[in-house]
């Protein structure tokens, strides 16, 4: 295979979690009965750019299907994330009635609501139909396809061109990431913002983050990466901001090359930097996954097979696709993780991918009193055990598995 940002053949792996359904491909009781895909999840880093990558096994029009199941509203601190963003974004770009406001991945409105609320004109760029459709059910507008060049200059002739353009973890899940960059500087008003925000590889790292590696998520993006990309594509970064959500997340600002020149502030040269300090330009930076992995897969496996002997009863919550990364990698099933209750009820009454653990409403908890809930978003953790602090009431406990395992 060759890198999907500069061509060059890869030759460095990062890590082999064998095979695993794509992890967004919920079951339906009826499906239970039928053979699920499973493909390889490889993961390789490009020695020229530097841009970490799954292996091609499939197609994005399968993972990102009229029936996905991911919708970003059942989050609240999500929410609250979007609409401060929102704010900032008015404030400091003096956005306003005049403007016009572009999400690509815009999911179901979880952000868009908020500039509407605004009274700016706006437009979601979103291919999945069950969240597109939840989207219009808040009176926004969406076009239902995915974003790249022809689609911008398609927007650009309709009067969309942006003076601010929003794309929140949706770069790491374009197969196309040169036209999906390049449909930025297409679109963008000469004085026109994007933002970029995206898991940070550093993190991924360093936090043993293996389980946020999926089929979905084509690429893991250190800034060093982002900012060849964006230059391949016509887009300079002149901004960036380190965010806590997502285990640790960057927030990248561009402007069009060609554009009205923003001074590019010290933060960009900082952070880059500090990716050369630690060695994201080597391969042993790259070494470290695998192992971490391994390690904490043995220690949910010793985990969850000392409380089956302890007749202590283990559920889940949260059928987050890490989670499935995380249950596949493990070899985890409903014998051990007994249900996972999740909040989206387009997920309630489906199976996990793979384990096929069956997904119900948060309501079980109480009703059954779980000794231990393993929650498969680490990363949500304080609002997930403050949502539901009944569970401390029966003395039942949190658990999270990665970087570590925690009984909390």
């Not at 009826?30 to 091609?56: F, K, N």
């Not at 997502?246 to 020149?261: A, E, K, N, P, Y």
């Not at 630690?278 to 930076?285: I, K, M, S």
């Not at 496996?301 to 890490?322: D, T």
Request: one cysteine or more.
């Amino acid at each position: 295979m060759n890198c999907r940002g500069c061509g060059s053949a890869l030759h460095l792996p990062l890590i082999d979690l064998g095979t695993s359904p794509p992890s967004n491909a919920y079951l339906q009781p009826a499906q239970l009965a039928e053979a699920e895909q499973w493909v390889p999840l490889r993961v390789a880093v490009c020695e020229q750019c530097w841009l970490v990558q799954t292996e091609d096994y499939t197609r994005a029009e399968q993972l990102f299907d009229a029936d996905y199941a991911y919708f970003s509203s059942y989050s609240s601190s999500w929410l609250a994330h979007a609409e401060a963003y929102v704010a900032s974004m008015v404030e400091r770009f003096a956005l306003g009635t005049h403007s016009r406001v572009v999400e690509i991945a815009a999911n179901d409105g979880y952000l868009l609501q908020y500039v509407d609320r605004r009274g700016i004109p706006c437009l979601g760029v979103e291919p999945t139909r069950s969240t597109a459709d939840a989207a219009r059910a808040k009176g926004l507008e969406v076009r239902e396809v995915f974003f790249g060049r022809e689609v911008a200059a398609g927007l650009l002739a309709d009067g969309w061109g942006a003076d601010l353009m929003a794309a929140n973890n949706v770069l790491a899940h374009v197969p196309d990431i040169n036209d999906f960059l390049g449909g930025f500087a297409t679109l963008l008003k000469p004085a026109g913002v994007a933002t970029f925000e995206f898991p940070h590889l550093l993190s991924l790292i360093a936090d043993h983050q293996f389980d946020t590696l999926y089929h979905e998520h084509y690429s893991y993006l250190s800034l060093t990466a982002v900012q060849t990309l964006c230059q391949r594509n016509g887009l300079e970064i002149f901004d960036v901001q380190e965010l806590t959500t997502h285990g640790g997340s960057l927030r990248v600002f561009v402007q069009r090359i060609d554009g009205m020149g923003r001074t590019v502030t010290p933060a960009v040269a900082e952070l880059l930097a500090l990716e050369e300090r630690v060695g994201v330009r080597t391969a042993g930076f790259y070494s470290t996954l695998a192992p971490a992995a391994e390690r904490i897969k043995l220690q949910l496996l010793r985990f969850l097979l000392e409380a089956k002997a302890a007749g202590k009863r283990v559920v889940g919550y949260g059928a987050a696709a890490k989670g499935n990364t995380l249950l596949n990698y493990a070899g985890v099933k409903a014998d051990l993780l007994a249900w996972v209750a999740d909040a989206n009820p387009y997920k309630q009454g489906k199976f996990l991918p793979g384990s096929r653990i069956p997904i119900v409403p948060p309501e079980r908890l109480a009703q059954e009193q779980p000794d231990y809930v393993l929650v498969l978003p680490w990363n949500l953790i304080e609002e997930i055990s403050s949502q539901y602090a009944c569970v401390k009431t029966w003395g039942g406990q949190f658990v999270i598995a990665v970087p570590e395992l925690k009984v909390l």
